[in-house]
């Protein structure tokens, strides 16, 4: 019944490796986003994605990439783990966007990445 | 620069008592507006949002924001707060050029 999940929801880490985030959405939804929210609670997005665009926002380090195997997923890829890079990343989903954010975006649980 | 501020990092009322989370922005162009409530450890959930139309605007849970042109606001109220309220709420803008600004956020606290 979860209309968006993510996998895990907890992740340590060591400083310099590799590691992936899954996000699921069955709301049959088109655009998928995720979002980091740091330690004093500021929430910013990283990337919004439907099936025919990408869209990053620019202070993202290249660090980050999204994938998205199907319309359903966009999982998030960091390489190089960094100390600051510890936050809660949450996914989420609306309908179509047309670059407005005007339609009602659902989000994940979050997943609490601690890098040590 | 297009900005969101949340005035009050912590807000405290007592059970049935007025809430008001004030919202702020600056922008060039007109805004959509959104309030958000997180409860711990949960993602976040639209309350609200304000695109077109009455600038009223009725949420969930009894919450209503009121677009203010004039001042640019966009203040969260509920008249009476319950227990079940206490949550992390942001207000957010969306400035029309696919760039979403979260404020910091405002930590509802309700006394019995």
């Known amino acids: 019944d979860t209309a968006v999940s993510q996998t895990p929801k907890y992740l340590v880490t060591q400083m310099g490796n590799d590691k992936s985030i899954k996000c699921e959405q069955n709301?049959?939804?088109?655009?998928m986003y995720w979002y980091k929210q740091d330690s004093k609670k500021f929430l910013k997005i990283m990337f919004s994605y439907n099936n025919k665009e990408l869209i990053i926002n620019e202070t993202v380090p290249n660090r980050f990439s999204p994938k998205s195997p199907d319309k359903a997923h966009l999982n998030l890829h960091i390489n190089s783990l960094e100390l600051g890079d510890s936050a809660v990343y949450f996914c989420?989903?609306?309908?179509?966007?047309?670059?407005?954010?005007?339609?009602?975006?659902?989000f994940g649980p979050g997943t609490r990445l601690l890098v040590l | 620069a297009q900005s969101v501020t949340q005035l009050g990092s912590h807000v405290s009322v007592s059970e049935g008592a007025l809430v008001l989370l004030r919202c702020n922005y600056s922008?060039?162009?007109?805004?959509?507006l959104f309030w958000y409530v997180q409860y711990p450890n949960q993602g976040l959930q639209l309350l609200l949002k304000y695109t077109t139309g009455a600038t009223l605007v009725k949420g969930i849970n009894g919450f209503e924001a009121e677009f203010k042109k004039s001042e640019t606001s966009f203040h969260l109220t509920k008249p009476s707060a319950h227990m079940s309220d206490a949550a992390e709420y942001f207000c957010a803008v969306s400035f029309n050029n696919n760039d979403m600004r979260f404020g910091a956020g405002t930590r509802l606290t309700v006394k019995p």
């Open positions: 709301l049959g939804h088109d655009t």
């Open positions: 989420a989903s609306s309908k179509r966007e047309n670059r407005n954010f005007q339609e009602t975006q659902y």
């Open positions: 922008s060039s162009v007109p805004p959509y």
